[in-house]
């Protein structure tokens, strides 16, 4: 029942614009939209359109890549020392 009320509400209270009022103001009728209102577009007493806002964007799901195949697939089984680096720089005369 609340799904119901909730809908004639919105109906009852949604703007209308005729086609005149649009071409002449349509800077007020893209303020309600921009409110977050629908307008309905009326031609003579009939409903032609129903402008409303976008649906709101929903952030995109970041996905890491897998780090652990992407070294897999690069070195394989093969198991390199973590000192690698230090004994390098050890081995340099700076």
Known sequence: MRGATLC????????????RQL???F??????IAEGEQ???????KVIAL???PPPARPK???LPNFAARQKRIFGDR????????EERESYRW
């Open 23 to 25: 071409r002449h103001n």
């Open 51 to 53: 402008l409303s806002p």
């Open 79 to 86: 198991v390199l020392p973590g000192n690698i680096v230090a």
């Open 8 to 19: 004639v509400t919105k109906w009852c209270n949604m703007k209308s614009a005729n086609v």
């Open 39 to 45: 307008v309905e577009i009326v031609k003579k007493g």
């Open 27 to 32: 800077g007020s009728v893209l303020n309600w």
């Open 61 to 63: 799901k970041f996905k």
